[in-house]
């Protein structure tokens, strides 16, 4: 898998490094994390850290940390960068004031201790927002043999072990087109 996405690095298509600062799903983890500047913020799964790239510029003051599995993907990011994996990452217990995951927990495999790092890094009263794929569309696109789309209750679930506040809602890319239900956020507080 991680050699997957090494290579994928260099397919700008499928694989962006900017995104469209206009569309929700930047908006809505942007709304739920709150102002990040003076904030400690590590974005999950980064890619080549298009969400990241827009924080950024829009808190000069946060302090982004952007982790992905692929070197080849983490290095083009801005902020702090450390490649490790989703389900070992290699901070203390409560270190950041908030996290985010777009799009990178439905390739983590082992899916529950993903959620129990991404909240164990994410100190009590910090903000998480997760973005993936719903279950409810699976085989609506080819995906590798590792990728998993989650139910709304069953991330709700997981969340809550470890957060209190958890929510989801149905996201779609535009504010004034309606969700087709593809992508699901899931809120939490820690
Ligand atoms: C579809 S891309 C999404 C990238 C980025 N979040 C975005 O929305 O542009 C999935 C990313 O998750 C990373 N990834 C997959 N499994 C991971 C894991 N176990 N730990 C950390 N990163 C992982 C991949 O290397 C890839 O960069």
């Known amino acids: 898998m991680k050699r ?7 397919d700008e298509r499928h694989y962006p490094a900017e995104i469209d600062p206009r569309i929700e799903h930047v908006k809505q983890i942007a709304d739920h994390l709150g102002p ?10 980064c890619g080549k850290g298009r969400f990241a790239r827009v924080y ?12 992905d599995i692929a070197e080849a993907m ?14 070992a990452l290699p901070f203390r217990t ?20 993903a959620v129990s790092e991404v909240c164990r890094i994410v100190k009590p009263g910090g903000h998480i927002a997760i973005i993936d794929k719903n279950r409810e569309h699976w085989g609506r696109f080819e995906t590798p043999d590792w990728e998993q789309w989650f139910g709304r209750e069953q991330m709700e679930r997981l969340l809550r072990r470890h957060c209190r506040d ?15 239900g593809l992508f699901v956020i899931w809120k939490a507080v820690r």
């Open 94 to 113: 409560a270190a950041f004031d908030g996290a985010y995951a777009t799009e990178s927990l439905e390739h983590a495999v082992d899916v529950e201790l």
């Open 56 to 67: 950024q510029e829009r808190f000069p003051a946060v302090r982004l940390v952007s982790v």
């Open 74 to 87: 983490v290095t083009s990011a801005p902020g702090a960068r450390c490649c490790a994996t989703l389900t």
């Open 36 to 45: 990040l500047d003076g904030r400690v913020i590590a974005d999950l799964g």
């Open 166 to 180: 958890v929510a989801s809602n149905l996201i779609s890319y535009w504010e004034d087109v309606p969700p087709d």
């Open 4 to 10: 997957f996405f090494e290579v994928a690095a260099a």
